[in-house]
């Protein structure tokens, strides 16, 4: 790998994740897998991504080299490549037998999870001990970083191995997925018996991925601060925060920056370009013709988001009326929830002028409808961290959020000191109801009306440092804790 051999090469770090932008994305994960070494090359330290091979990443993959192969490594022979896709090192687990299918990462085409989930992403830890260990390959990281619960096992096969082993660091980007496996497939994912324990990885009589790593990392992050706080409560904790309670000393919260290159209004191939609020105008005209809505006085508010009861988006639907009564409009592009899906087509169907849906996943058109709207809406009933409402404030996009995990960390209310004080980038929704939405929808039309207070909010909100120069070197502060050179 080029970035290893070059002699400014900076210290290994092997990142383990089941998707990396713009690679193969189902969600923000992809995003912060894929922007991490970028954020942390400048600060000496080289990130190599370890990811399945998909198809689509094996066709994206340059040059490759073989590092490794395994005869049976879950059901089926598999190679280790090493190789550059996307500006990103990688190393890809080529397992066909695990990886080589239609479909998306964890889904088959039908939206069910592949039953053998379990093993594929065993497979792909199973990999990354084995890199950690420095048995595949020459590659030695100094640190490994594990994201979520597909990364979650590493910890425990490199104690299992109890060989000499870098520190391990994991990120939780969601504690809602806990990679549950049935009890019976201990063996069959090679961890010994004395894991499955109350104080290893059983939870609740079944094997927990996340677990593990929450119980064995030598680290944990999440995504935001305030998510941070959230984890170690009932309410948010999701069945974790009691170990997360017990864990909290080496638990710490590190906002998510997003790709300012990728995400950039002056200069993204899908936008008319623009650096001030004026010349948003020009995107809104063209994002209302193509979503073939009518005139609209009031805010257009747009969704990008994945339709999940994480997200919140029935709040939307019960509030909706309320925004086309202050004359607003919406365009939502999303998908996932069979009911949701139904219920944003049928409200388009009642009142095509003023409310366009486009079921389906398109990173193109996302990009299109930020530039074009004038405000994001993200209701979540909890969000670890949230990158819509980034990508809303770098384009002038107003954000009206819920007071949650990064959305709280990421928005300042547009409340009467801080309009007064021009720090004001948004509106924050609090509680979690319909009615708390639909009255902030209400605000957001009067805002929207005030020219002078809505150009200030949208100034304000595209200076917001939405990068990654805080979270970075956060990171980087806990490698060299990791790699022992605090
Ligand atoms: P989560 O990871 O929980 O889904 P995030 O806000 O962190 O939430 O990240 C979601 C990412 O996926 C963003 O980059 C967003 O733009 C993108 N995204 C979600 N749904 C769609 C869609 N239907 N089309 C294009 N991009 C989408
Ligand atoms: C998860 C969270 C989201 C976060 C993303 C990236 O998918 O749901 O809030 O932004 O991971 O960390």
Same mark, same amino acid.
């Given at each position: ?271 008319? =370009?623009?650096? $001030?609020?004026? #010349?948003?105008? @020009?995107?809104? !005209?063209?994002?209302?013709? /193509? *979503?073939? %809505? ?104 107003? =954000?009206?959020? $819920?007071?949650? #995990?990064?959305? @709280?960390?990421? !928005?300042?209310?547009?409340? /009467? *000191?801080? %309009? ?67």
């Amino acid at each position: 790998m080029s970035g290893q051999q070059s002699a400014a090469a900076g210290r290994p770090v092997l990142s383990v994740a089941s998707e990396v932008a713009p690679l193969v994305k189902t969600g923000g994960l992809a995003d912060v897998a894929g922007a991490l070494p970028g954020a942390l090359a400048p600060l000496g330290w080289d990130l190599v991504t370890l990811v399945p091979g998909y198809p689509a990443v094996l066709s994206a993959l340059g040059d490759r080299r073989e590092l490794w192969w395994w005869g049976g490594l879950f059901g089926g022979e598999a190679r280790l490549l090493a190789g550059r896709a996307a500006e990103l090192e990688l190393l890809v687990l080529d397992a066909p037998h695990l990886y080589a299918r239609g479909g998306g990462p964890y889904l088959d085409a039908s939206g069910r999870d592949w039953p053998d989930n379990p093993e594929r992403f065993a497979a792909l830890s199973w990999a990354a001990a084995e890199v950690a260990m420095g048995r595949a390959g020459a590659f030695r990281p100094e640190v490994v970083h594990l994201h979520d619960w597909q990364a979650g096992l590493v910890p425990a096969y490199l104690r299992a191995a109890g060989a000499t082993r870098p520190g391990t660091l994991v990120t939780i980007h969601n504690v809602a997925f806990h990679g549950l496996a049935p009890a019976e497939r201990l063996a069959a994912l090679q961890l010994p018996g004395w894991t499955f324990t109350p104080e290893g990885l059983e939870f609740w009589g079944r094997i927990s991925a996340l677990k593990a790593a929450l119980v064995w990392a030598d680290r944990i992050t999440t995504v935001s601060p305030t998510y941070a706080r959230e984890l170690l409560t009932p309410e948010f904790g999701m069945g974790m925060d009691g170990i997360l309670r017990a864990r909290a000393g080496v638990l710490s919260g590190i906002l998510n920056g997003i790709d300012t290159r990728l995400w950039n209004p002056a200069a993204d191939p899908e936008v008319l =370009p623009y650096t $001030t609020p004026r #010349g948003k105008a @020009a995107n809104r !005209v063209r994002l209302i013709a /193509e *979503a073939e %809505l009518g005139r609209i006085e009031g805010p257009l508010c747009v969704v990008v988001s994945r339709l999940s009861e994480q997200k919140g988006l029935d709040l939307l639907l019960a509030a909706l009326p309320r925004l086309l009564a202050a004359g607003g409009g919406l365009v939502l592009l999303g998908s996932g929830d069979a009911r949701l899906e139904a219920a944003f087509r049928a409200a388009a169907a009642a009142d095509p002028a003023r409310v366009a849906v486009r079921i389906g996943y398109d990173e193109a058109l996302a990009h299109r409808v930020f530039a074009g709207g004038d405000a994001v809406i993200v209701p979540s009933r909890f969000e670890p961290c949230g990158l819509t409402q980034m990508y809303g404030l770098r384009y002038g996009t107003i =954000p009206v959020v $819920t007071r949650t #995990g990064g959305l @709280a960390d990421t !928005v300042i209310d547009a409340n /009467e *000191a801080a %309009l007064r004080a021009g720090v004001a980038t948004g509106l924050m929704v609090h509680p979690p109801t319909a009615e708390a939405l639909g009255a902030a929808l209400g605000r957001l039309a009067a805002l929207h009306a005030d020219r002078a207070v809505w150009g200030r909010l949208q100034r304000a909100a595209m200076k917001a440092d939405m990068g990654w120069s805080a979270s970075a070197p956060a990171y980087a502060a806990i490698y060299r804790d990791l790699a022992g050179v605090g």
